[in-house]
């Protein structure tokens, strides 16, 4: 009896022991753990924060709040003599286009393109008609390569209806005037 | 980007009716269109400035379709002041479109 209780009183003490070292261990193993995390935090997010809200402060108090906002308020664009709107610039693709509040035909078209021509009219007519509601920009093909690569825009005339900087629809060749109203009409409602 | 213009019974007089004129009936469906669209690129790459190289949707163009009696697509025709010099019919080459073209010269 004695002998059995002596024995589990030093399986006890041997036990306790190995919990001591355990918790030893784990704080030892925190200690190092905790400064060098927090010091990894402190280190490299001063530096990184700070360039970055420094950079983040310049771009926009000073770049765009000085520089930035001049070009984009007025339309950089330029406008034929019916008043169409001629995008070649991506930037200006996205400023003009995909972030418009109305829906928007875009007519891709090139100078040597005949029937692209003969839809400049009811692209004018259209764009008239829908002043305010929609918009009607002209891409030349040939200055706007990103652009026709991106589209994949192998032949021409192409007209496609953008809603939220979305395709909503897109026509190859020349279509009556009522097939891009209706679409657009659609758009509205 | 090279030259393709896309085709409608409203066009295709002013666009294709003069001087010589490289024309391809398609359907868009049509796997073997799909095929043929690189090789419709490098032949109006290669026509550039000498001939009008369009495309017509025939599902689209029925008038078209019907007015040239295409009954396959992918369906070339060649033309000379609108008028039809030849047809390859099917999958072709770049070359033998553009030499097709250059015959009429």
Not at chain 2, 24 to 46: K, L, N, T
Request: overall charge negative; aromatic content about 6%.
């Amino acid at each position: 009896m004695m002998a059995r209780s002596r024995r589990m009183h030093s399986a006890g003490w041997f036990i306790t022991a190995l919990g001591a070292l355990a918790v030893i261990a784990l704080v030892g193993c925190q200690e190092p753990a905790g400064p060098a995390g927090t010091g990894d935090d402190n280190i490299p997010m001063p530096p990184e924060q700070a360039p970055d809200d420094m950079g983040a402060d310049d771009v926009d108090t000073g770049d765009d709040m000085g520089t930035g906002a001049d070009p984009v308020d007025p339309p950089r664009i330029k406008t034929d003599e019916h008043g169409v709107g001629h995008i070649s610039d991506p930037d200006d693709f996205q400023a003009y286009v995909l972030d418009a509040k109305t829906p928007v035909l875009v007519d891709f078209y090139a100078n040597w393109c005949k029937p692209c021509d003969i839809l400049a009219p009811t692209m004018v007519k259209i764009h008239d008609q829908y002043e305010g509601r929609a918009a009607v920009y002209k891409v030349n093909v040939d200055n706007a390569k990103a652009l026709a690569r991106k589209y994949s825009i192998r032949s021409i005339p192409l007209v496609i209806l953008f809603v939220h900087g979305e395709i909503a629809e897109q026509w190859v060749g020349v279509r009556p005037e009522s097939t891009y109203t209706a679409a657009v009409d659609a758009a509205l409602q | 980007m090279e030259g393709i213009v896309a085709l409608t019974r409203d066009t295709f007089e002013a666009a294709a009716g003069r001087g010589a004129a490289l024309v391809e009936f398609y359907s868009p469906q049509c796997g073997h269109c799909r095929m043929q669209a690189p090789v419709m690129e490098e032949a109006a790459a290669g026509l550039a400035g000498r001939a009008t190289v369009g495309q017509i949707n025939a599902d689209a163009e029925g008038e078209l379709a019907e007015r040239f009696n295409v009954g396959v697509v992918p369906t070339h025709i060649f033309l000379q002041d609108g008028e039809e010099k030849g047809r390859p019919v099917g999958v072709q080459k770049a070359e033998t479109l553009i030499s097709g073209i250059e015959e009429l010269f």
